[in-house]
């Protein structure tokens, strides 16, 4: 049954015109809604499984930062948290089921992932270059940095990532 913002199209009826709208047939790699209303439905779903991530990550980051430098403490919990988010946008904000594509779709958000390094890590060489005596900026500057690194990864994510084969 199609959705209310989708036009109902007749699939019997032959078509002389090329489509230039994007397909909203989804297919195991294809989120079920590609339209201008998925976008409308995904931002949200999107925005909680961000800010628990952000959450976990940084308990992470707090809990491995006495442990390890700033640095590496970034990346072990990027690194974990990435994973899980990827999986679980997969599921819930691009409503991609089964595990055709999975591995692929893991690979994939690792560039979102390299991305989110570079500014978080760029974030924490700026603090500790410019504020070496106040460490307890590390984690408002990396709450920053994945701010700018959240609204990266959706793009990534929304327009290359989970956008069919």
């Known amino acids: ?32 809604d590609v339209t201008e ?23 992470l980051y707090t809990v491995l930062r006495p442990a390890l430098d700033a640095q590496p403490a970034n990346l072990v919990s990027l690194l974990i948290t990435a994973v899980a988010n990827t999986a679980a946008n997969r599921r819930f904000t691009f409503r991609v089921h089964g595990v055709e594509g999975a591995a692929r779709h893991q690979l994939q958000g690792l560039v979102a992932f390299f ?11 700026v603090v500790h270059r410019t504020l070496p005596d106040a460490p307890h900026v ?28």
Not at 1 to 30: F, G, H, L, Q, W
Not at 140 to 163: D, H, M
């Open 1 to 32: 049954m199609p959705k209310p913002t989708e036009p109902v199209r007749d699939s019997t009826a032959p078509s002389t015109e090329p489509s230039t709208e994007p397909s909203t047939t989804p297919t195991a790699d294809m989120p079920a």
């Open 37 to 59: 209303a998925g976008v409308a439905r995904q931002l949200p779903v999107f925005a909680i499984i961000g800010v628990l991530s952000t959450t976990a990550y940084l308990g």
């Open 115 to 125: 991305a989110g390094l570079a500014l978080s890590s760029g974030a924490l060489t």
């Open 138 to 165: 590390e984690v408002g500057a990396l709450i920053v940095a994945n701010v700018a690194a959240t609204a990266l990864r959706f793009v990534l994510l929304r327009l290359w990532v989970f956008t069919g084969p």
